[in-house]
């Protein structure tokens, strides 16, 4: 079993639409989660991180962790053409021991 | 604006040539990281920096080394290339310590082994 697992995709959905991708992960270590959006032939760039259980927020985009299930989602509301890229969640140990899923490519349709 | 540069964009090299990539940060950063990205798999960590002249094992090393003789710059050597390293390669670096640093990436190196 991979330690982060995400569908790859791909995802299509129309402009406008809430878009739910997620991750799980089997390490229970203490830890930090991170995603990524990755545009293509660029390279990744951070577009949000949490440690806690619960959301955090910011502008268009959700990231909720829930580590009783292993389980990390990241919600993009109101979705723009702009949003198509991979999203690549990450594990993050102590120590800078990152661990990345392989990516969900998404397309949002205008 | 923070920036990590790599040498080449795409490079197309042939079987048992030696092979440099080289990765450039402008941050001062004390981590510079190598991964390689392949589809279904994802990145996976080739070696890692976290000081001059100091180098980590990553999970894929095999058939890699690694130089860092400048903090600025951390170069990845194929001593022979072969046909499954053929991958798009990332550069990354981040802030020292053990703290949950962002890792600023590079554009990327899509080597071609022939």
């Known amino acids: 079993q991979k330690e982060v697992e995400q569908d790859p995709g791909p995802l299509s959905v129309p402009e406008g639409a809430i878009v739910s991708l997620n991750c799980t992960y089997s390490?229970?270590?203490?830890?930090?989660f991170m995603w990524y959006r990755q545009y293509s032939r660029k390279g990744p760039e951070l577009l949000m991180y949490?440690?806690?259980?619960g959301n955090k927020e910011d502008g268009r985009f959700t990231a909720q962790v829930d580590k009783s299930s292993k389980y990390i989602s990241l919600f993009i509301r109101d979705s723009q053409p702009s949003d198509s890229a991979t999203y690549l969640c990450?594990?993050?140990?102590?120590?800078?021991?990152?661990?990345f899923g392989p990516g969900t490519r998404l397309s949002v349709l205008p | 604006d923070v920036k990590v540069t790599q040498s080449s964009r795409y490079l197309v090299k042939r079987t048992g040539e030696k092979v440099f990539l080289e990765c450039v940060q402008d941050?001062?950063?004390?981590?510079m990281f190598w991964y390689r990205q392949d589809p279904g798999l994802g990145l996976r960590l080739i070696y890692f920096?976290?000081?001059?002249?100091?180098?980590e094992k990553g999970d894929i090393p095999e058939g890699y080394s690694v130089s860092r003789e400048k903090k600025e710059r951390f170069s990845l050597i194929l001593e022979s290339a072969s046909t499954n390293q053929t991958s798009m390669y990332l550069c990354?670096?981040?802030?020292?310590?053990?703290?949950?640093?962002?890792?600023?990436f590079g554009p990327g190196t899509r080597l071609t082994v022939l």
């Open positions: 949490t440690y806690s259980s």
């Open positions: 990354a670096s981040s802030l020292g310590g053990n703290s949950y640093n962002e890792q600023f």
């Open positions: 390490n229970s270590a203490f830890q930090y």
């Open positions: 920096s976290y000081d001059v002249k100091m180098k």
């Open positions: 990450a594990r993050v140990s102590y120590g800078q021991n990152f661990v």
């Open positions: 941050m001062d950063h004390e981590n």
